[in-house]
Each structure stands twice: as structure tokens, then as C-alpha cells.
């Protein structure tokens, strides 16, 4: 053969593989592109032009093939008019551009497009995937508006209102205008969400979410911080005379009537204001001097509003400093109970005593429990206070002559741990102390929330033999109906009713119902507050069973109620009722 003959048959051969190895490529782009689940197509790289779909993209699109024949890529692209493969972009840039298409039926869609260059029919052209992102952008958008959003109202919570206040800061800044920030809290709300329920409570929020938008200006930043509180930043306000009428406005506005599921709804509302740049040019204190001037406004009472004074920032800061060294005098046991005694008043003699916490500072001295207390129940200390004073006073009552019972009062709060009985039970039987010699008592407040937790744990605690007491009796809202909900062991009457019994009339007449009604029920009556020997002598003569307050005794640390108990069974004449001198 010749040179030449084989030099042909090689090119022939040459040229079967290459087209092979063409029909082979061919053969993988059809499977890959026809059969893709992944919206493709292929376009013209010069003119755009649409040269083939895959049937994806039919589907997807809604055109029939002879209508994408017939479009260009820029026919369905709705405001871009370059193209994905244009250049000064990288591939990374390309792949995280977000492209607006139009379908069939006019409906816009978000697509990622990833590009690759190819030769299609002997000309330049372009692959593009086609990735349809709209519904994980509309997961993204309700993501970011829940992460700035209260779900329930919608209103912008506490993220989006920083933002706004402190945009409204810095044009203040600017301008010298003033900014007003103002807490709405709904009074008496948590009644409302337990009597009539959660479904009638949202319903609530939503319709004066609708009010407190109406009642102030568009620009106005509206937003609901949590639960029954809400917040406003109206910028560019002006003198507080202003600001205040807009609360009042807002007060007006949520005090109207509500008709909820057949019920008429009654509420109300307390406003604190801050006002920028005067009571701080900062949002976090201009939101913090805003919440102050809110519990300033509760305290007062029910639909009114409170502006922030400097002084109110001074009693925060004491409150945190209390807070501070009442959970170091926690930690390190120095809280003591002290005893006041409880004095029968037919024979004198103390069957008695109820413990009241003692904290002896080693700067200040001693702390009243009027200044401390309040801040534990804020703070929550007081479950861990309660728990140690109730160990305390078992271990101390356990000692003293077995016919003298100890008496320990119970926040409210103890109710709501869900531990106080396993609390009592070990607290006695690390003592010893017999359940009956045990008083707990407890306020009309606590029976307001009517609950089931309360009364199957007071009902456990009488099962165990430990009596309970109702405190400041007649200082309540309905007295007489707690009587039926709940068999009390001993009634308190509050220091009011005894405060200058022998001249007031009416005083006379509420305690000789009192006494009757015990006299009735069979349960004891104490009188707390008894402070002079008339009003003393009144009791016995109106048969009150048994009198505390400072004509007997104040309270005293332990060792003394031991000498004086100690005394009075080694005394066999009749004991003096007065120990006040002791």
C-alpha cells in the first residue's frame, strides 16, 4: 500500500471517531437538557434569540414551544435589559443575581440563572438553568417581617421600633426637634385573658392595635412590645403639652367599648412618656426613662399617663443597688426572721408567733421589709426568701413549748413555682415540727386569680394538718365569697378596721360583724394592729379571740421569744398582756 492510501484511510478513520464522539456529545446534551427537571434553555448569544426549551420550561413557563420560537430572551425578562451572560460580571455575581420573568399568564416570577457557553447548530450560543427562587424569597420576606413583626397585630415589635426611634434620633440631632416615646400598658388585661379567655384577649389586642393607629399621625411609629404592652415614637413633637394631649387622646381612644364574641369589653390604659433630647438622646434610655415613667403611671392608677422625671431614675438605680445586696445577703444566710407575738385575749398568754423577715445590713442597718420586699417580688427573690423563712421559722417553732404555733406569710408568687407543698413537707420534716403548729397565711390578692393550682395546694397543705389563714381581711375586692371557695382555719383582720376602734363608729360595726361571722363559722379571729389599751378593750368585749400589734409586743429575734415564752410557763399568776416593754 501506499504511502499516500495510508495516509487517507487514517483520515477516514479519524474522522468516524470524531463523528462519534459528536453524535456521543449530542446524544449526553439531549439527556441532559431534555430530560432535566430544571427549567433550561438555549439562546442565541448575539441576538438573544430563544433556539430551544426543554420541556421544563414549557411547564413551567406555560408557552407552547412555537411561542418561545418565536420570543427572545428579553421578551420574558420584565425589567432587565441586559443579559445574564454580559459581561464585567464574575460567575459568582451571575449566579446570585435575582431575575424577574414573565409567564404565560402575565404572573412575574424571581429566577436564579446559571449560564454556559456552548456551540448549538454551528453558532455561538448560550445554556442557561433556569432556578424559580420565588417561593423561597417570599419564605425569606415573611422571615425578615416576622423578625421585625408581631405576629398577632402585625405592628413592628421592639427590633423594627429601636430602628425607627433611632433614625428619628438622628434627624433630631440634625434639626433640633424633639422626639416623644410612649409605653401604652392595657390595665387589668391578664383578668380579661382569664375570664373570658386567650381567643377574646387577642381579639382585644388586634382592636386596639386598629385604635392607637387611628388616634395618632402616619408618620407616627406604632409597635407592640409584648403581651398588653405597646410603644409609639412620635417624632417631631412638640412642647408636653402636646404630647400629653395625644395621651390622653390614646387613653380616650382605648377606654371606649369593645364588643368581642357577645361580650362587652371594658379596659383601659396607662402611658409613661420620655421625651428626646431632655430625658436622654439615646434609644435605650430614652426607651428605659419611657418604661419608668409607665410603672410611675400603674402606680397612680388605672387610665392615666406619667412624663419621666430624673427623680424616678434615681429610685431605679437604689432599687437595683437593693436588688444587688439583697441577692448577696441571700447567698450568704444574713436574712432573719424576727416574731411578733399573737396574744389570746381571754387569758393573756401568747399562743403565737408569726415570722417577718429581718435584714440587717452591715452598712444601713436594718432594712424595712417595705423597702426590700417589694424588689424581691419584682426580682423573684422572694420564692427563694419565702422558702428559706419558712424552714427557719419550722426549725426555730420546733424548740419553743409544743402548745405555741408560728405563722408564715406566703407571697403570691410562692403559688405560681408549682413547689411550695414539696417546700412545706420538707421544711417540717426537717424541723419536726408538728403540721398543726404551722400558720400559713395568705392574702385575698392570691384567691383574685382563681385558680386551680392555688386551691388544690391549699387544700393539699390543710390536708397535711397545717392551718391557713386569710391576712388582711376586708381589704379585698368580695371578702365573704373567698369565705365559700376555701375552709380558712383563722381570719386577720387588717390594722385598718382596728385603727381607733373605740371612736369609730363604723370601725365598731365592721368588727363586730367580723367577729360574729367567725363566731359562726368556727374559725378564729385575730385583730392585727392593736396599738392602745381602748382599742384593747373593746376587742375582749366584742369577743375577738386573739390581738398582735405593738401593745403587746413588736417583733423580736428568736431568742427573746424563747425567754419570753420561757416566762410565761414558768409564771403561774396570770401573765401580762402588755410585753410591749420587753
Request: hydrophobic share 45%.
Amino acid at each position: 500500500m501506499t504511502t499516500a492510501g495510508a495516509a487517507s484511510r487514517q483520515h477516514a478513520d479519524r474522522a468516524r471517531v470524531d463523528i462519534a464522539e459528536l453524535k456521543q456529545r449530542e446524544a449526553s446534551f439531549r439527556l441532559l437538557f431534555d430530560g432535566n427537571p430544571v427549567p433550561m434553555m438555549v439562546c442565541a448569544r448575539d441576538d438573544e434569540r430563544i433556539l430551544s426549551v426543554n420541556d421544563a420550561a414549557l411547564v413551567h413557563y406555560g408557552y407552547a414551544r412555537s411561542d418561545f420560537e418565536t420570543l427572545k430572551l428579553s421578551d420574558i425578562q420584565a425589567f432587565e435589559t441586559a443579559t445574564p451572560w454580559s459581561g464585567g460580571q464574575t460567575a459568582d455575581e451571575r449566579a446570585t443575581r435575582i431575575w424577574k420573568h414573565i409567564k404565560a399568564d402575565g404572573s412575574l416570577i424571581d429566577m436564579a440563572i446559571y449560564a454556559r457557553d456552548l456551540t448549538f447548530n454551528d453558532q455561538p450560543a448560550v445554556m442557561l438553568a433556569l432556578i424559580d427562587i420565588t417561593e423561597r424569597k417570599r419564605a425569606e420576606a415573611r422571615l425578615a417581617f416576622m423578625a421585625q413583626h408581631d405576629g398577632l397585630t402585625a405592628l413592628p415589635n421592639r427590633i423594627m421600633l429601636r430602628q425607627r426611634l433611632d433614625e428619628s434620633l438622628a434627624l433630631t440631632r440634625r434639626n433640633g426637634e424633639k422626639v416623644a416615646v410612649l409605653f401604652v400598658d392595657l390595665d387589668g388585661f391578664k383578668g380579661i385573658n382569664d375570664t373570658l379567655g386567650h381567643a377574646v384577649g387577642d381579639k382585644l389586642l388586634k382592636c386596639v392595635t386598629k385604635r392607637l393607629r387611628s388616634s395618632v399621625r402616619e408618620e407616627d411609629a406604632v409597635a407592640r412590645l409584648g403581651s398588653d404592652e405597646f410603644a409609639i415614637v412620635q417624632a417631631g413633637a412638640g412642647r408636653p403639652e402636646d404630647v400629653a394631649v395625644l395621651a390622653k387622646r390614646l387613653i380616650d381612644a382605648i377606654g371606649e367599648p369593645y364588643m368581642l364574641d357577645g361580650h362587652t369589653v371594658l379596659s383601659s390604659a396607662s402611658i409613661g412618656i420620655a421625651m428626646a433630647p431632655g430625658d436622654g438622646d439615646d434609644a435605650e434610655k430614652l426607651l428605659k426613662n419611657a418604661d419608668m415613667a409607665l410603672s410611675r403611671a400603674k402606680s397612680e392608677g388605672h387610665a392615666t399617663f406619667s412624663f419621666f422625671e430624673a427623680e424616678m431614675d434615681a429610685r431605679a438605680q437604689s432599687r437595683r443597688l437593693i436588688e444587688i445586696d439583697l441577692r448577696a445577703a441571700i447567698e450568704a444566710d444574713a436574712l432573719v426572721p424576727h416574731y411578733q407575738p399573737l396574744i389570746d385575749l381571754r387569758s393573756g398568754r401568747i399562743t403565737g408567733a408569726e415570722a417577718l423577715v429581718r435584714w440587717p445590713h452591715p452598712v444601713r442597718g436594718m432594712i424595712s421589709p417595705a423597702e426590700f420586699i417589694p424588689v424581691a417580688e419584682e426580682t423573684g427573690l422572694i420564692n427563694v426568701i419565702g422558702a428559706l423563712m419558712l424552714r427557719r421559722a419550722c426549725t426555730d417553732a420546733a424548740r419553743w413549748p409544743s402548745e405555741v404555733s408560728v405563722a408564715v406569710n406566703l407571697s403570691p408568687l410562692q403559688f405560681r413555682t408549682g413547689n411550695l407543698l414539696s417546700i412545706a413537707m420538707d421544711a417540717l420534716r426537717q424541723s419536726g415540727l408538728p403540721p398543726n403548729r404551722l400558720q400559713l397565711e395568705i392574702t385575698e390578692t392570691l384567691l383574685l386569680e382563681k385558680s386551680d393550682q392555688v386551691l388544690a395546694t391549699l387544700h393539699a397543705l390543710r390536708a397535711l394538718g397545717v392551718r391557713i389563714s386569710m391576712d388582711d381581711f376586708g381589704t379585698g375586692y368580695s371578702s365573704l365569697s373567698y369565705l365559700r371557695s376555701f375552709p380558712f382555719d383563722k381570719i386577720k383582720i387588717d390594722r385598718s378596721f382596728v385603727r381607733d376602734l373605740d371612736s369609730n363608729r363604723d370601725a365598731q360595726a365592721i368588727m363586730r360583724a367580723i367577729v360574729s361571722l367567725g363566731t359562726g363559722l368556727g374559725v378564729t379571729i385575730t385583730a392585727e394592729g392593736v396599738e392602745t389599751e381602748a382599742e384593747l378593750s373593746y376587742l375582749r368585749a366584742e369577743g375577738c379571740h386573739e390581738g398582735q400589734g405593738f401593745l403587746f409586743s413588736r417583733a423580736r429575734p428568736n431568742a427573746e421569744i424563747v425567754r419570753l415564752l420561757a416566762a410565761q410557763n414558768d409564771s403561774h399568776a396570770v401573765p401580762d398582756i402588755c410585753l410591749a416593754a420587753g
